[in-house]
Antibody
Framework: QVQLQQSGPGLVKPSQTLSLTCVIS??????????WNWVRQSPSRGLEWLGR?????????DYAQSVKSRITIDPDTSKNQFSLQLNSVTPEDTALYYC??????????????WGRGTLVTVSS | QSVLTQPPSLSGAPGQRVTISCSGT?????????VHWYQQLPGTAPKLVIY???ERPSGVPQRFSASRSGTSATLAITGLQPEDEADYYC??????????FGGGTKLTVL
């Protein structure tokens, strides 16, 4: 059974960097048949896919246009985890952040399972 | 404004059949991308209830089913149970925006 354990600060100051980590158990971050994603949820924006990393003989990343200039998703094979960094945050980045496995490699992928979520508030 | 459109809310009595619609466009469902559905109980993460348009994951009750046609998809719940009260989201892929979700439908069991 795949489980995703998230960690990271719940409060970030405006203009600083949001950093979250997701530890994977029951699967491998290096698996060639899945992808590792970050999705956020807020009342104003609903559920929003942010980006993903995946391994197909080498590492790839895809990012949503809305955050492309500010986001980095990195795998860490030594710890079987992946991370999210979102730079230059504003109060609009306040949301519940989820790490999620993409169950298929392609565009038809669904998300399962989901981490429990980390509420990140951007405030001074 | 979500890329996929769902009704904000609907309700049904125990035992009834309810359907939740999800409407897309030519850049997502109209291109043939699969539709998936999630259930989110209060205070929890979304949970997959339908994948690949009409497939039910192991452990999801048979009363959950779904279909899609063109730029629309529908989630149906038959024999509505009190524990089905939740928010439901559709999800697909969009050529402009990547993976996208509906705005969610709050289902109330009367």
């Amino acid at each position: 059974q795949v489980q995703l354990q998230q960690s990271g600060p719940g409060l970030v100051k405006p203009s600083q960097t949001l950093s979250l980590t997701c530890v994977i158990s029951g699967d491998s971050v290096s698996s060639n048949s899945v992808a590792w994603n970050w999705v956020r949820q807020s009342p104003s924006r609903g559920l929003e896919w942010l980006g993903r990393t995946y391994h197909r003989s080498k590492w790839y990343t895809d990012y949503a246009q809305s955050v492309k200039s500010r986001i980095t998703i990195d795998p860490d094979t030594s710890k079987n985890q992946f991370s999210l960094q979102l730079n230059s945050v504003t109060p609009e980045d306040t949301a519940l952040y989820y790490c999620v496995r993409g169950a298929q490699p392609g565009t038809g992928s669904w998300f399962d399972p989901w981490g429990r979520g980390t509420l990140v508030t951007v405030s001074s | 404004q979500s890329v996929l459109t769902q009704p904000p809310s609907l309700s049904g009595a125990p035992g009834q059949r309810v359907t939740i619609s999800c409407s897309g466009t030519s850049s997502n469902m109209g291109t043939g991308y699969d539709v998936h559905w999630y259930q989110q109980l209060p205070g929890t993460a979304p949970k997959l209830v339908i994948y690949s348009n009409n497939e039910r994951p192991s452990g999801v009750p048979q009363r959950f089913s779904a279909s899609r046609s063109g730029t629309s998809a529908t989630l149906a719940i038959t024999g509505l149970q009190p524990e089905d009260e939740a928010d439901y989201y559709c999800q697909s892929y969009d050529t402009m925006n990547g993976w996208v979700f509906g705005g969610g439908t709050k289902l109330t069991v009367l």
